[in-house]
């Protein structure tokens, strides 16, 4: 089992950056796919990034491509989400997850395990 916790959210200002962290506990962490979805108020949960076991693929909503990075560090059970030049649609709870698929889905119940949620919001 793999538990998730997200950090590093918080207000900022249009064009500015972020940096998501994502820690994970549990030895099999590494042999996990990770992701990172966002929900806005009144909206469905959606993908945003996608990160392989192995760091070798990576994968982006076209929305953020450019912008956002996803990266992992197995040693250290973790991921992150760097966010730059951040847009008032960009505004959400983002929640990373885990999932057992060797390539990522980008569908959110394809996912096993969830975070919480941090809370980004750009002001315009």
């Known amino acids: 089992q793999v538990q998730l916790v997200e950090s590093g959210g918080g207000l900022v200002q249009a064009g500015a950056s972020l940096r998501l962290s994502c820690a994970g506990s549990g030895r099999t962490f590494s042999t996990y796919a990770m992701g990172w979805f966002r929900q806005a108020p009144g909206k469905e949960r959606e993908f945003v990034a996608a990160?392989?076991?192995?760091?070798?693929?990576?994968y982006y909503t076209d929305s953020v491509k450019g912008r956002f990075t996803i990266s992992r560090d197995n040693a250290k059970n973790a991921v992150y989400l760097q966010m730059n030049s951040l847009k008032p649609e960009d505004t959400a709870v983002y929640y990373c997850a885990a999932t057992r698929k060797t390539i990522p889905p980008r569908l959110p119940y394809e996912y096993d395990y969830w975070g919480q949620g941090t809370q980004v919001t750009v002001s315009s």
């Open positions: 990160i392989s076991w192995s760091s070798s693929n990576t």
